[in-house]
Structures are given as C-alpha cells and as structure tokens.
C-alpha cells in the first residue's frame, strides 16, 4: 500500500518555541493532507484539511494562527505549532489521499512533548 | 468533530475467540472505513465499505453496514494475540473530504 512518512517521530521543546513536523507521501501524489492530533486514550481529531497550493481549511476550534499548515508540492505537507505550551503536547497524525482516492494513508505520528 | 460512537469501549478476550466491535454515526456517509491502532503508532487501514454494501470481507475481518441504523460493525474471528490494539470506524460523508472517526475500541486478546 501507499506510504505516508512524518519526521520527526518524536519532539521535545520548551514552551515558546515552535515546532514543525514534515509529513510526506513516498509513492503517491498527495492532492489532500489532513492532519489529526491525538490525546492519550482518545480518537483522532481534525484539526485541518489542506490542498496543495491552497490555504487549509481549519476545523473549528482550532487556531489557524498557532497551528500553520503549508501543504506546498504534491507530496510534502508541513505543520508548525507556534509558540508551543504544554498543552499542546499531543500526538500529531498526517494523512494524504491521492486524487479520486478513497482510501486515507496514515503517517506514524509524531508525538509532541513541551516542557 | 467526532462523528459517533463506537462500543464497547474496551474488550478483552481469549485468544481463539471472536471480538465484535460496534460503530454508530450521525450524518449520511458515502462510505465507512476500519482502522487500526498499536500503542502509539499510526493508523492501519484495514477496510473500506461503501454506502451501498452491506457486507464485506478480508481475512479474518468481516465487516456489515446498516444505513438504516447508521451503524457497522466488524468482526474479527479467531482472535490472536496479536490483534490487541485499538479500533477505530471513520466516516466520509457525501459532502465532504475528510475522515471523522469514531471514539475507538479497545481490544485486548489474552494468550
């Protein structure tokens, strides 16, 4: 099947920073990348969908301004968390659909810790 | 946004024995996928139903679609060991591109 790569697999900042996760499709072109967070013990949430070549639509509720998606060629998408706190320590999850495709393909996750 | 719960929310069983797991959604979908998750992994695509099916099968998972009832479930016969990990059912909806998954259950197969 397709594969969906994320880099890092895992993070640790102190609060204030940002930081940026890569997510990237190996095998396919990627027309449309969501990205998910996920608490501990919970589902995945949306957070945003992005298109490439065109701003991401954010889900509501989630800040468009502290989490900044550039999803600039068909295969690489990226997301920054901005001026991160510990709140924000999550696992992140990217996924991508090649155009007319069903089927999600689903990055390994990053997980996030801000100290 | 969730689209829906799934139940139970936690199962635990014998090896050799089947686990039926249930996901119920809100809105009209074009189509109902079955994930799986290890412990802090990404997702597994395990299968795809579509609106217009009832049932289907892959291996050791048979999964059923009642539109009527926005439900589904899967079944995952002669459970293993191996197969503990969390489910997840995820919904695309007509008008939209995106995945709204489940609340999840998680399986425990002891050996």
């Known amino acids: 099947g397709a594969v969906v790569s994320q880099h890092p697999s895992r993070v640790i900042c102190k609060s204030g920073t940002s930081v940026k996760i890569e997510c990237r499709s190996l095998?396919?072109?990627?027309?449309?990348m969501f990205w998910y967070r996920q608490f501990p013990k919970q589902s995945l949430m949306l957070m945003a969908t992005?298109?490439?070549?065109?701003?991401?639509?954010?889900e509501q509720g989630v800040e468009k301004d502290k989490f900044l998606i550039n999803h600039a060629s068909l295969t690489l998408s990226t997301l920054t968390v901005t001026s991160a706190h510990p709140e924000d320590s999550s696992f992140y999850i990217c996924?991508?659909?090649?155009?007319?495709?069903?089927?999600?393909?689903f990055g390994p996750g990053t997980r996030l810790l801000v100290l | 946004s969730q689209q829906g719960e799934e139940d139970p929310q936690a199962l635990s069983i014998q090896e050799g024995e089947n686990a039926t797991m249930n996901c119920s959604y809100k809105?009209?979908?074009?189509?109902l996928q079955w994930y799986r998750q290890n412990s802090g992994r990404g997702l597994v695509h395990l299968i795809l139903?579509?609106?217009?099916?009832r049932e289907k099968h892959s291996g050791r998972l048979r999964v059923t679609l009642d539109t009527s009832k926005k439900s589904s479930s899967l079944l995952i016969t002669a459970s293993r060991a191996a197969d503990t990990a969390s489910y997840f059912c995820?919904?695309?909806?007509?008008?939209?591109?995106?995945?709204?998954f489940g609340a999840g259950t998680i399986l425990r197969v002891k050996s």
């Open positions: 996924s991508a659909r090649d155009y007319g495709g069903e089927t999600q393909y």
């Open positions: 095998d396919f072109q990627a027309t449309t």
């Open positions: 992005s298109n490439e070549g065109s701003k991401a639509t954010y």
């Open positions: 809105t009209s979908i074009n189509n």
């Open positions: 139903i579509r609106s217009n099916e």
């Open positions: 995820a919904t695309d909806a007509w008008n939209g591109n995106k995945l709204v």
